[in-house]
C-alpha cells in the first residue's frame, strides 16, 4: 500500500470548451503528490457566474445551490473513496480515484499502477522472500516499461485491458533497438514484466493474456572461462601495482570458490568455519539466490585469506578481503588481462565460470559443484558440462585435421606402413 502525502481537490470552469448557448463546463481536478486527473461534473455554467476564488458558483439561484452541493458531496465522495482504497490496501493515485469515482471498477487497473502494486509487495520481502537485487531489478524494469509506454503510445500509463500481443512484441523491439538491449536481456526485463501480468490475471484484474501467443526464450551465452596455463600466469606474474594486485588476488579467489562478486563483497571472517573433516570452509547464502553454500577453502584460497587478514581495508569494514566496487574491479581487470597477456575480456564472473569448468574438468561430481556454486537447479551447473564437452569436441576436431593432414603428407612422400 503506497501512502500519499497530499490530496488536493480543485473545481474550475473550462473556459476554452464553450458551447453555442455561451455555456462552460465544470471540472474537478484530483492532485495526488503532484500527479493530477479531471473529472467533468455533467454540469455547465456561465463563465462569468463562476468564483474562481471559492470554487463554486456564485448567488443563491436555484441552479447555483444545487451545483454547490453537488461539488460539496463530489469532494466528500473523493475523501471516502480515498479512505476506502486505503482500507483495502490499494494502489493510490489520482487517476484510481477517478475511475472510483466515474464508475470504473478496480479490475479496470493500469499497467504502472499493477507494476507498482507489485514492487511494494516485493519491497516489504526485501530480505525474507527476495534478495536486494532481485527488487532493484523489478524497480529497473518498472522504469523500463513507464518510458516504453511514453515513448511507444505518448501517454504516462495505459489501462491493463488496452494491451495485446502487439504491445509485448513492441516492448521486445523497444528493448534492443532504443535501449541497445542484448537479446537475453531483453527477455529477462520481459520475463520480468510478464510475471506482474500474470499478478493482474490472478487478481482477476486482466481477462486475455497478452503474452498467451508469445514465447520466451533464451539464447545460451558463452560461458568464457580460463585455461588452466591462463590461470597460472594470473596466479604467477608478478604485479607491482598495488591496486592491480589486490584485485588480481581477489579474482583468485573467486576462480577457487566460485562466490560471484556480491557474495565476496559480503563475506566476513564470521563465514569461516570449521568443518566435519576438521577444514576451513566458507558457509554462506548466495544474495542472488538465496541458495546455502559451502565450499571448502583450497590451499590458494587460504593463502589469500592469509595475506589480507590485517589489510587496513577489510578490518575497518569487518570485511574479509578488500573488495573494490564492481565498476573498479571490472575496470581493472581489463588491465590484468593484459599484464598478463591473456587474450580475454576479463570481467569478475568469469572466476566464477573458471571455478564451475575447473572443478567438472577434474572429476568432482556436478552434483557436489552445483552445491559449491549455490545453484537452485542443476541444470544450471549442466550448462558449465556442455562447456567442457564442446571444448573436448573442439579439440579432438583439431586432432583429427592434425592426423588427417599427417596420414597425407606420408602418402605424398610415398611413405607407407609395413
Known amino acids: 500500500m503506497n501512502n500519499p502525502t497530499s490530496l488536493n481537490v480543485l473545481f474550475y470552469i473550462k473556459n476554452d470548451k464553450i458551447d453555442k448557448n455561451g455555456l462552460v463546463p465544470i471540472y474537478s481536478r484530483i492532485t495526488i503528490d503532484g500527479k493530477r486527473a479531471e473529472v467533468y461534473i455533467n454540469r455547465k455554467i456561465l463563465p462569468s457566474r463562476w468564483d474562481s476564488h471559492a470554487n463554486c458558483v456564485k448567488g443563491n439561484k436555484e441552479d447555483a445551490r444545487s451545483i ?4 460539496d458531496s463530489i469532494t466528500t465522495k473523493i475523501h471516502d473513496v480515498k479512505r476506502d482504497m486505503l482500507d483495502r490496501n490499494e494502489f493510490i493515485t489520482a487517476v484510481a480515484i477517478k475511475n472510483r469515482l466515474i464508475g470504473i471498477d478496480k479490475r479496470h487497473k493500469t499497467i504502472l499502477e499493477v507494476f507498482k502494486y507489485h514492487n511494494k509487495q516485493m519491497k516489504e520481502l526485501e530480505g525474507k522472500t527476495y534478495a536486494s537485487a532481485t527488487v532493484k531489478r523489478y524497480d529497473t524494469t518498472l522504469n523500463h516499461i513507464s518510458e516504453f509506454i511514453e515513448h511507444e503510445y505518448g501517454t504516462n500509463d495505459m489501462y491493463l485491458k488496452q494491451m495485446d500481443y502487439s504491445f509485448v ?7 534492443k533497438v532504443v535501449k541497445n538491449c542484448n537479446h537475453n536481456s531483453s527477455i529477462k526485463y520481459i520475463k520480468n514484466f510478464k510475471k506482474v501480468i500474470n499478478l ?4 482477476d484484474w486482466l481477462d ?16 568464457e572461462f580460463l585455461s588452466q596455463e591462463e590461470l597460472i600466469k594470473l596466479e604467477t606474474k608478478e604485479i607491482t601495482i598495488p591496486r592491480l594486485d589486490v584485485i588480481r588476488d581477489v579474482f583468485i579467489f573467486s576462480c577457487y570458490t566460485g562466490l560471484a562478486y556480491v557474495d565476496v563483497a559480503n563475506l566476513t571472517p564470521n563465514h569461516i568455519v570449521t568443518g566435519i573433516d576438521g577444514e576451513k570452509w566458507i558457509y554462506t547464502y548466495r544474495e542472488k539466490t538465496e541458495v546455502k ?41 581489463k588491465e590484468i588481462a593484459d599484464i598478463c597477456s591473456i587474450n580475454k575480456v576479463l570481467s569478475f564472473h568469469i572466476a566464477r565460470h573458471t571455478c564451475a569448468t575447473w572443478l567438472l574438468t577434474m572429476g568432482v561430481p556436478i552434483e557436489t559443484v552445483s ?10 551447473t549442466q550448462i558449465y558440462a556442455k562447456v567442457i564437452e564442446k571444448k573436448v569436441s573442439e ?13 597425407l603428407n606420408n602418402k605424398s612422400n610415398g611413405t607407407t606402413n609395413s
Not at 486475455?208 to 560461458?223: A, C, G, I, M, Q
Not at 590451499?299 to 587478514?309: C, D, F, Q, R
Not at 552445491?371 to 544450471?380: A, E, F, V
Request: avoid cysteine.
Open 293 to 333: 553454500s559451502n565450499i571448502p577453502l583450497l590451499p590458494k584460497a587460504l593463502e589469500i585469506i592469509e595475506k589480507y587478514k590485517d589489510h587496513p581495508e577489510s578490518s575497518i569494514k569487518g570485511k574479509l578481503l578488500p573488495v573494490s566496487s564492481n565498476q573498479k574491479t571490472n575496470a581493472y581487470l
Open 208 to 223: 486475455k493474456d497478452p503474452f498467451l501467443k508469445y514465447k520466451v526464450t533464451l539464447k545460451e551465452s558463452k560461458r
Open 169 to 175: 512484441t513492441n516492448l521486445e523491439k523497444y528493448f
Open 395 to 407: 579439440d579432438m576436431t583439431q586432432l583429427r585435421e592434425k592426423l588427417n593432414n599427417h596420414s
Open 371 to 380: 552445491s559449491i556454486l549455490g545453484h537452485k537447479s542443476i541444470k544450471t
Open 200 to 203: 493482474a490475471i490472478a487478481n
Open 68 to 71: 454547490n452541493i453537488q461539488i
